[in-house]
């Protein structure tokens, strides 16, 4: 289980930064990279701080991860479609939809993060808030 949790914390990669809404208050490092069968492989530790957020942002593969610490708010380009992920929890991202990670809460959040992209895109592509009344 405990390597299932890993793998799945690793997928998952929030943007750092994002240029058309910027990130705030958010840390990462790269744990360990490595790239197979057309695939890039990158596991980081995320951190953001209370009332940081990732940014809008896209994935071009699929992203798995562990929420470690504090609360995650991960909200859709809809604007009106919020997912909250609490301490142990798991998530994945499909590619290709536009969202935004907050930390809402007053403790920092951690994520353990896996991203699994086509060989040679980047880990996430910045957007635009698509209407939302939030950054």
């Given at each position: 289980?405990?390597?299932?949790?890993a793998v799945?914390?690793?997928?998952?990669?929030?943007s750092?930064?994002a240029?058309?809404?910027?990130s705030?208050g958010v840390?990462?490092?790269v744990i360990?990279?490595?790239?197979a069968?057309?695939?890039?492989y990158?596991?980081?530790e995320?951190t953001?701080?209370?009332?940081?957020?990732?940014?809008?942002?896209?994935?071009d593969g699929?992203?798995?991860?562990?929420?470690k610490?504090g609360?995650?708010?991960?909200?859709l380009g809809?604007?009106?479609?919020t997912?909250?992920?609490?301490?142990?929890?798991?998530l994945?991202e499909?590619p290709n939809?536009?969202?935004?990670?907050?930390?809402?809460g007053?403790a920092?959040?951690?994520?353990?993060?896996?991203?699994?992209?086509?060989?040679?895109?980047?880990?996430?592509?910045?957007e635009?808030?698509?209407?939302?009344s939030?950054?």
């Open positions: 289980m405990r390597l299932v949790t799945v914390a690793a997928l998952l990669l929030f750092g930064v240029s058309a809404t910027p705030r840390t990462a490092h360990a990279q490595w790239s069968a057309g695939r890039d990158t596991l980081r995320l953001i701080d209370p009332g940081g957020s990732t940014g809008w942002h896209n994935h699929t992203v798995y991860a562990v929420v610490a609360v995650l708010t991960r909200t809809d604007c009106t479609t997912f909250v992920h609490h301490r142990g929890d798991v994945v499909e939809h536009v969202h935004i990670g907050r930390n809402l007053t920092p959040m951690v994520l353990e993060v896996l991203y699994v992209n086509p060989a040679g895109t980047p880990l996430s592509r910045d635009p808030n698509p209407g939302c939030f950054d």
